[in-house]
């Protein structure tokens, strides 16, 4: 039975994922992972990205305008689909996406770790994040997070594991992504991930390793432009995928995962799987 995890970086630029994570492009070197460029939605704000990168669908469908308009969203799901074809899903994230593809709104209590069977998430672990600013920003350890989505492989066998974090993009915000501080930050995530890759390959996961969004110059996205909506895609799998210069869609995400899955793409995801 194939798995498969989703790890999503809020918020880092394509040039610097190839410029300062040295251990996935020492995988990809090896041959162990390959890399390619993906695009976001417009708009290339956070929460839309979000809902677009598991329904398939752009932010004109699922009407997800921006941070403010987070709801349940009614649409066919990677989550959902997956459930109902008998497979164990895991999200480690913000509480954004258990809202989007769970339910809202978000109850710290009630939502902030859940383990439901007949749930589009099976095995929920949440954060808030609230009280962000760019003084606190109110983001969890990184090293948490991976070891709770590793907790969920090892101990609920999840067949398909998602985690966000924020931590990128909330330091891009504050120092943007040309400066000391931010070449640090990515070098520091960078080596953080990789004894958690490893492991999850070690386990059998195919795992991908990519953004929602990139950031550009002035700490932004949401708009157009290279730096706001390109952003790398490593994938740890042996899936036939497009030549090396193809820039990847959004939108085919959703879909490929499904795919890969040997799980029915809904018909609301019309982008082309890139996964064969």
């Known amino acids: 039975m194939r798995k498969l995890l989703l790890i999503i970086l809020d918020g880092v630029p394509y040039a610097n994922w190839r410029r300062l994570f040295g251990n996935l492009?020492?995988?990809?070197?090896?041959?162990?992972?390959?890399?390619?460029?993906?695009?976001?939605?417009?708009?290339?704000?956070?929460?839309?990205c979000y809902a677009s990168i598991h329904t398939g669908t752009p932010p004109q469908v699922h009407r997800v305008w921006g941070n403010e308009y987070i709801r349940r969203l009614e649409l066919p799901d990677v989550f959902s689909e997956l459930s109902k074809a008998g497979k164990k899903t895991g999200a480690v994230a913000h509480s954004f996406w258990s809202e989007f593809f769970n339910r809202a709104p978000f109850d710290?209590?009630?939502?902030?770790?859940y383990d439901e069977p007949e749930s589009p998430i099976t095995h929920g672990r949440f954060h808030t994040m609230t009280g962000y600013g760019n003084i606190n920003q109110m983001t969890p350890s990184d090293v948490d997070l991976f070891g709770t989505l590793t907790r969920l492989c090892e101990y609920k066998g999840i067949d398909y594991g998602m985690l966000h974090t924020c931590t990128l993009d909330s330091?891009?915000?504050?120092?943007?992504h040309d400066s000391e501080e931010m070449?640090?930050?990515?070098?520091?995530?960078?080596?953080?991930?990789?004894?958690?890759?490893?492991?999850?390959?070690?386990?059998?996961?195919?795992?991908?390793?990519?953004a929602d969004h990139g950031q550009d110059a002035r700490g932004h996205h949401g708009g157009t432009g290279e730096l706001q909506q390109d952003f790398a895609f490593y994938y740890f799998g042996d899936a036939e995928m497009p030549s090396k210069d193809t820039v990847l869609d959004?939108?085919?995400?959703?879909?490929?995962?499904?795919?890969?899955?040997?799980?029915?793409?809904?018909?609301?995801?019309?982008a082309k799987p890139f996964f064969t």
């Open 25 to 48: 492009e020492g995988w990809v070197q090896s041959g162990e992972a390959r890399v390619w460029r993906m695009r976001a939605v417009l708009p290339s704000t956070s929460a839309s």
């Open 108 to 113: 710290v209590v009630r939502d902030i770790e």
């Open 171 to 176: 330091m891009g915000h504050r120092f943007y």
């Open 183 to 210: 070449d640090h930050a990515c070098y520091v995530m960078d080596a953080m991930l990789a004894p958690w890759v490893h492991r999850w390959r070690a386990q059998g996961y195919e795992v991908i390793v990519t």
């Open 250 to 270: 959004q939108l085919a995400l959703a879909p490929s995962i499904l795919t890969r899955m040997g799980v029915a793409v809904p018909d609301s995801m019309k």
